[in-house]
């Protein structure tokens, strides 16, 4: 929805971000490249994937499918505000146009999220603390867990990859783990992984 590139084009990036994470094939990392590039300019410079990276993920048809019109979705959403805020606008009691809803009901929060979304790599690799000595930069941030549901629990995240629980301590709330356990809780996902409780100290 936040036109943020293909599902595979993301996996592959992701999964090559943590294989060399902080090198100068980590496409969105500040230290090897600069914070403007690590922010946001990486997703300019970096159009190919390695299909390599995500050949479990190219089995599944409809993955292919969404990478591929990845766009679709955002184009029909836009299409779908612009009319319900023409619509609305009919009534001349109002001033509401498409263009505004459009403006403030897609536009505004897709920049908000994909700035958010990019802090995780920027900012989380150059303030915050560390719980674990990692191989890399990577940083708990307060400010980006909060706006990131936990995904701001870098460091943690860089110690665990595999867990979808980034918080560690009761302190580093994980908004997003909560949301997960509940769609567990109700059988629409299965097999969440997390880590060892007896992993935290190591």
């Not at 190919?48 to 184009?75: G, T």
């Not at 536009?107 to 915050?128: D, Q």
């Not at 990859?161 to 997960?180: C, F, Q, T, V, W």
Request: proline share 3%.
């Amino acid at each position: 929805m936040t036109m943020q590139r293909g599902l595979l084009w993301w996996v592959s990036h992701h999964r090559n971000h943590h294989r060399s994470t902080d090198t100068v094939k980590d496409c969105h990392s500040p230290v090897a490249h600069g914070l403007y590039r690590a922010h946001m300019g990486w997703v300019w410079n970096c159009f190919d994937y390695d299909p390599k990276l995500v050949k479990d993920l190219m089995r599944y048809p409809e993955l292919i499918w969404i990478n591929r019109f990845y766009i679709l979705p955002a184009i029909i959403t836009i299409i779908v505000i612009f009319i319900l805020g023409e619509w609305l606008g009919t009534d001349s009691t109002t001033t509401i146009s498409g263009g505004q809803f459009v403006t403030w009901g897609y536009l505004v929060p897709m920049a908000v999220c994909l700035h958010a979304t990019y802090a995780i790599n920027s900012v989380c690799h150059l303030w915050g603390y560390r719980r674990y000595e990692t191989s890399d930069n990577s940083k708990n941030n307060l400010l980006i867990a909060l706006l990131m549901l936990g995904e701001g629990w870098h460091n943690n995240h860089h110690k665990f990859p595999y867990s979808a629980n980034m918080g560690i301590s009761r302190y580093e709330i994980d908004i997003g783990y909560l949301l997960l356990k509940f769609l567990g809780v109700m059988g629409i996902i299965w097999n969440i992984k997390t880590y060892e409780k007896s992993d935290i100290g190591k």
